[in-house]
């Protein structure tokens, strides 16, 4: 990739943040990418230590703060029209009401989605607890002198510190896979509503 | 790392690279590698930060036949160095009474 490339796929990335933002940062990497290649790397050379695009404008919306991406979506770009602005009180009953709607459903998404996870681990300390209940049994079992049973509740108790430990690092995962879920949805939002903005 | 405790390291480290004589972001992120590696994303940010904080000023200069960006360190930025070795020479002897305390491992 070279760097007019780059520097085009950055731009397209970041399309809808104000100008002026855009344009210092587009110049800011154009000048590392010069600097590298005064070094005497090739322009791909220099274009490729600099990053990918798409990393950089990762990067660059994950550091806006949301509310700032939302004040500069809901500036309006012209003042609106009397009629404009009535028929928007007309109908902020039902538009309001359908945007917590819409929050709640996401919301209980998530939440759904975490007590899942959560209830993940209160199966594995159910499964611990019985491993401990299986060992008493053994022991008090093969004291009364019944050894094959106490075998068997030995066996269990075995299996179920297994399954605990296994199920453990399951939930693990399973949690941290949830947090993965809950940034990049911030992230896809925060890139949807960036990305609308310009397309006209 | 706290990422807040993080922010002021970070801040103090670039104030550095420029404190004793003007420099430019490839220049900046190249003399900080031997200690730490910085993206340029990452950098960008923070000479943001300290030129809003007025910690460091910005000129535009001709190199080369193309436009760079120059990066000079104020008296405020000056003074946010010093505050920030006056504090840590506490962090530092605190920091030997916990290793002390705690066998350090």
Known sequence: MNKQEFLCEIRKGLKGLPEKDVEERISFYGEMIDDRMEEGKTEEQAVAETGTPDEIVSGIIADIPLSKIVKEKIRPKRSLKVWEITLFIFFSPILFSLLIA???????????????AISLYAVDLAVAAASLYGLFSFVVISARGNPSVGAAFLGIAIFCIG???LLFYGSNYVLKKFFVLLKNTALLFKRSVIGKEKMK | MDAQLKRGLLDVCVLSAIKNDESYGYKIIK?????LEMSESTLYTILKRLETAELLTVRTAEHDGRLRKYYKITKNGLKRIENFKEEWREVMSIYKFVSKESGNE
């Open chain 1, 163 to 165: 399954a605990a430990i």
């Open chain 1, 102 to 116: 819409a929050i709640a459903v996401v919301f209980s998404l998530f939440t759904v989605l975490f007590s899942l």
């Open chain 2, 31 to 35: 003399d900080m590698k031997p200690y």
